[in-house]
C-alpha cells in the first residue's frame, strides 16, 4: 500500500472519530444537559445533514477546476472550525450557525477525497481498500462517542476542542503527505458546469444513484430505528450494546470477508446480497423483544451494510469518468441527502404512526419492503448494465 493510500486511510479515521466524538453528545448536552427542546436539535442535526449532502457537489466541481488537495485541505480547515465554534454556542441560531458551518466544511472534502481515493488506487484494489476504510470508519464510529463521553465531565467544550483537533490533525497530514491532485492531465472540456450537467445526463449513473436512496434508507435506521427498538426493550444498556455489535462487528469483519468475497463475487452481487440481508435484519426486528435476539437481529443487519457499503463505493467509482470524478463524486451524495432524510425523518414518524394505529410492526414491515426493493433493482441494474460496465465488474473481483 502507498504511503497516499495510507494517509487517505488515516484521514478517514481521524474525520469518523472527530466528528463521532462530538455528534452524538450534541443531544445529550444541549437536551439532557441544558434541556434545550429535543426538536430544536433534531432540526439542527437535519440541516446539517441536508447542507453537507447538499452542498457536496460544489465540493465536487471545484475539486475538478482546482485540484483535489486544496480542497480536502481547505475542507478540514472549515470543519474544525466550525466543530471548535460549538464550544461557544449558546443560542440556538448560534449552535445552527456552528453546524451548517462544520457542513460546509464536510461539503468541500467529501467529494474531492472520495475522486483522491479513485485516482490513487487501481480497480482490482478498489474493493479491499473500501473494505479497509469501512473497517476505519467503524472503529472511529465505536471509539468516538466512547471518548466523547469521557470528555464530557470537563464540559461541551473540551469535546468540542477535541473533535476539532482531529480535524486539524488530518490537515497536517494531508497537507504534508498528499500528493497534488488532479482528475486529469488536461483540463476537462467545458465549464465546470459542464460536468455537472454530464452526470445529470449520465442515465446509468443517475439510475444507480436513484436505486441507492433506499439503501441510505436503511442505512441511517442504526441511529433512528434500532436504538428505538432497544431502548423499549432493554433500555440505554441494550442500546450500548446495539451500537456495539453494530460497529464491532463490521470492524472485525468487513476486510476479511471482503478481501475472499470480492474475488468471488462482482461487486453488483454482494451490494444487492448485502442489502438484502440489511432488509432481512429489520424485517425480523419486528418480531423480536428480548435482548439477544435484538443483538442477532443487529448482527444480521450489521453482516448486510459490511458487504453493501464498499461494494456500493466500487460501483460508483466504476461508473465515474476519471476526468469528472469530483463531480460525479459530489452528484453521488444526494443519495445519502435525500434517503438519509427520508430515513431520519420516517424512522420515528412510522413508530409512533404504528402505535396509533395499533400496528407496531409498521415500521419494520416498511423497512423489509424498501429493502428488498432496492436489492432487486440492483440485481436488474447489474443485469441490464452488464455490457456496459463489464471493464469495471471485471477488475472489481
Known sequence: MTLPQRVLLLDNLLMWLGFFMIIP????????????????????????????????????????????????????????????????????????????????????????????????????????????????SNVGMALGPLIGTLLIPYGFQAVSFMGAACYVLSLVFSFLMLPSMKVTEKKPKGSTFQGLKMALQDRPFIQFQTIQMGFFFLWVQVNVALMLHATQHGGTSLTAWVYGVYAGFTSVLQYPIMKYASKKWSSQTLLAAGVASMALGMGLMGFTHEPLTILLCTAVFAFGNLLAAPSQQTLIAGLTPPERAGTYLGVAAFPLAIGGFLGNALGGAMFDFGKAIHFVTLPWVVFFVVGSITAVLIYQFRATQAQKEEPAASTAV
Open 25 to 136: 453528545l450534541i443531544t445529550v448536552h444541549f437536551v439532557s444537559g441544558l434541556g434545550w427542546a429535543a426538536g430544536a436539535i433534531g432540526l439542527v442535526l437535519a440541516v446539517r445533514q441536508l447542507v453537507q449532502q447538499g452542498f457536496t457537489v460544489v465540493g465536487g466541481m471545484l475539486g475538478d477546476r482546482f485540484g483535489l488537495k486544496p480542497l480536502i485541505c481547505l475542507g478540514l480547515l472549515v470543519r474544525s472550525l466550525g466543530f471548535a465554534s460549538m464550544a461557544f454556542a449558546d443560542t440556538i441560531p448560534l449552535l445552527m450557525a456552528s453546524a451548517v458551518f462544520a457542513a460546509l466544511g464536510g461539503a468541500l472534502f467529501d467529494a474531492p477525497k472520495s475522486a483522491a481515493i479513485v485516482l490513487l488506487t487501481p480497480p482490482e484494489q478498489r474493493p479491499r481498500f473500501y473494505a479497509l476504510q469501512g473497517v476505519t
